[in-house]
Protein backbone atom coordinates (compact mmCIF):
# COMPACT_ATOMS: atom_id res chain seq x y z
CA UNK A 1 0.00 0.00 0.00
CA UNK A 2 2.67 2.46 0.71
CA UNK A 3 4.36 1.67 -2.66
CA UNK A 4 1.47 1.99 -3.96
CA UNK A 5 0.55 5.76 -2.70
CA UNK A 6 4.12 6.74 -3.16
CA UNK A 7 4.37 5.63 -7.06
CA UNK A 8 0.60 7.14 -7.36
CA UNK A 9 2.35 10.47 -6.40
CA UNK A 10 5.41 10.23 -8.46
CA UNK A 11 3.22 9.30 -11.56
CA UNK A 12 1.20 11.92 -11.08
CA UNK A 13 0.69 14.78 -13.80
CA UNK A 14 0.10 17.50 -11.43
CA UNK A 15 4.05 17.38 -10.10
CA UNK A 16 5.80 20.67 -10.68
CA UNK A 17 10.05 20.74 -10.24
CA UNK A 18 9.68 24.57 -9.29
CA UNK A 19 9.29 24.78 -5.12
CA UNK A 20 7.66 28.95 -6.04
CA UNK A 21 5.10 27.14 -7.72
CA UNK A 22 4.28 24.02 -5.42
CA UNK A 23 1.48 24.59 -2.62
CA UNK A 24 2.13 21.28 -0.89
CA UNK A 25 5.40 18.77 -0.60
CA UNK A 26 5.83 15.16 -1.07
CA UNK A 27 8.68 13.56 1.14
CA UNK A 28 9.11 10.51 -0.95
CA UNK A 29 11.17 8.61 2.75
CA UNK A 30 9.86 5.82 4.94
CA UNK A 31 10.70 6.31 8.50
CA UNK A 32 8.96 3.60 9.57
CA UNK A 33 11.34 1.68 7.61
CA UNK A 34 14.29 2.89 9.51
CA UNK A 35 12.65 2.19 12.82
CA UNK A 36 11.95 -1.38 11.72
CA UNK A 37 15.23 -2.11 10.90
CA UNK A 38 16.68 0.25 14.45
CA UNK A 39 14.02 -2.50 16.39
CA UNK A 40 15.59 -5.09 14.64
CA UNK A 41 18.90 -4.98 15.08
CA UNK A 42 19.71 -2.22 17.79
CA UNK A 43 21.92 -0.67 15.54
CA UNK A 44 21.58 3.31 16.27
CA UNK A 45 22.65 3.92 12.50
CA UNK A 46 19.19 3.75 11.34
CA UNK A 47 17.90 6.42 14.31
CA UNK A 48 20.88 8.76 12.68
CA UNK A 49 19.23 8.37 9.03
CA UNK A 50 15.90 9.19 10.15
CA UNK A 51 17.81 12.43 11.73
CA UNK A 52 19.92 13.73 9.06
CA UNK A 53 16.88 13.19 6.73
CA UNK A 54 14.57 15.39 8.43
CA UNK A 55 17.84 17.87 8.78
CA UNK A 56 18.25 17.73 5.20
CA UNK A 57 15.26 19.06 3.58
CA UNK A 58 15.75 23.01 2.16
CA UNK A 59 15.48 25.32 5.07
CA UNK A 60 13.51 27.89 2.34
CA UNK A 61 11.07 25.29 1.54
CA UNK A 62 10.25 23.07 4.93
CA UNK A 63 10.90 26.11 7.26
CA UNK A 64 8.39 28.48 5.38
CA UNK A 65 5.07 27.04 6.75
CA UNK A 66 6.91 24.96 9.52
CA UNK A 67 6.55 21.96 7.86
CA UNK A 68 2.61 21.58 7.49
CA UNK A 69 2.81 22.26 3.32
CA UNK A 70 4.44 18.63 3.34
CA UNK A 71 2.98 15.15 3.64
CA UNK A 72 4.82 11.68 3.56
CA UNK A 73 3.51 7.91 3.61
CA UNK A 74 3.34 6.30 5.97
CA UNK A 75 1.77 2.92 5.14
CA UNK A 76 -0.92 0.64 6.57
CA UNK A 77 -0.11 0.17 9.93
CA UNK A 78 0.27 3.94 11.82
CA UNK A 79 1.92 4.60 13.71
CA UNK A 80 4.67 3.15 12.21
CA UNK A 81 5.42 0.17 14.66
CA UNK A 82 4.07 -1.08 17.90
CA UNK A 83 7.67 0.34 19.96
CA UNK A 84 6.91 2.35 22.46
CA UNK A 85 10.48 4.26 23.44
CA UNK A 86 10.99 7.76 22.40
CA UNK A 87 13.39 6.77 19.67
CA UNK A 88 10.24 5.37 17.69
CA UNK A 89 8.37 8.10 17.50
CA UNK A 90 9.39 9.31 13.94
CA UNK A 91 8.08 12.80 15.04
CA UNK A 92 10.56 13.59 17.54
CA UNK A 93 13.69 14.16 15.33
CA UNK A 94 13.15 17.84 14.02
CA UNK A 95 10.54 20.42 15.84
CA UNK A 96 8.30 20.73 12.92
CA UNK A 97 7.98 16.80 11.64
CA UNK A 98 4.89 16.52 13.61
CA UNK A 99 3.52 19.14 11.24
CA UNK A 100 3.46 16.71 8.58
CA UNK A 101 0.58 15.12 6.70
CA UNK A 102 0.92 11.70 6.68
CA UNK A 103 -0.78 9.55 4.21
CA UNK A 104 -1.50 6.48 5.64
CA UNK A 105 -3.91 2.91 5.05
CA UNK A 106 -4.63 2.41 8.40
CA UNK A 107 -4.43 3.93 12.08
CA UNK A 108 -3.30 1.27 14.93
CA UNK A 109 -5.29 3.42 17.29
CA UNK A 110 -8.53 4.15 15.92
CA UNK A 111 -9.36 0.24 16.09
CA UNK A 112 -11.51 1.19 19.00
CA UNK A 113 -14.70 3.14 20.33
CA UNK A 114 -13.34 4.34 23.65
CA UNK A 115 -10.37 6.01 21.92
CA UNK A 116 -12.14 8.01 20.01
CA UNK A 117 -14.19 9.14 23.14
CA UNK A 118 -11.10 9.96 25.37
CA UNK A 119 -10.52 13.97 25.66
CA UNK A 120 -7.68 15.26 23.33
CA UNK A 121 -6.87 11.78 21.89
CA UNK A 122 -7.46 12.63 18.55
CA UNK A 123 -5.65 15.81 18.60
CA UNK A 124 -2.36 14.26 17.26
CA UNK A 125 -4.35 12.41 14.15
CA UNK A 126 -5.25 15.83 13.17
CA UNK A 127 -2.27 15.22 10.57
CA UNK A 128 -3.81 11.88 9.35
CA UNK A 129 -5.55 11.58 6.17
CA UNK A 130 -6.64 8.05 5.53
CA UNK A 131 -5.99 6.28 2.41
CA UNK A 132 -8.40 3.19 2.15
CA UNK A 133 -6.41 0.04 1.04
CA UNK A 134 -7.77 -1.23 -2.29
CA UNK A 135 -9.16 -4.42 -1.84
CA UNK A 136 -11.26 -6.50 -4.49
CA UNK A 137 -13.61 -9.09 -2.91
CA UNK A 138 -13.74 -12.58 -4.38
CA UNK A 139 -17.82 -12.52 -3.22
CA UNK A 140 -17.72 -16.41 -4.63
CA UNK A 141 -14.42 -17.66 -2.23
CA UNK A 142 -15.88 -15.97 0.32
CA UNK A 143 -19.23 -18.25 0.40
CA UNK A 144 -16.92 -21.13 -0.22
CA UNK A 145 -15.13 -20.39 2.53
CA UNK A 146 -17.59 -19.93 4.55
CA UNK A 147 -18.95 -22.75 4.34
CA UNK A 148 -15.88 -25.08 5.07
CA UNK A 149 -15.37 -26.35 8.42
CA UNK A 150 -12.10 -24.11 10.27
CA UNK A 151 -10.34 -25.95 12.64
CA UNK A 152 -10.59 -23.54 15.37
CA UNK A 153 -11.43 -24.26 18.69
CA UNK A 154 -12.54 -21.68 21.40
CA UNK A 155 -12.46 -22.43 25.38
CA UNK A 156 -14.41 -19.95 27.43
CA UNK A 157 -13.44 -20.24 30.78
Known amino acids: HMWSLHRAILDSPYLTSEPAAATAFYIPAFPGLLVDDFIATGSP ?22 GYDHFMVAGTCHPFTPCGTLECDTAI ?11 VGGVRELGGVDFVYEPARMYPHLRTIVVPFPVVLDCERLRVLSHEPRPIAIAFV
Open 45 to 66: DHLNCLSHMWHSFPDDIFLRNA
Open 93 to 103: YHPFAGNVALL
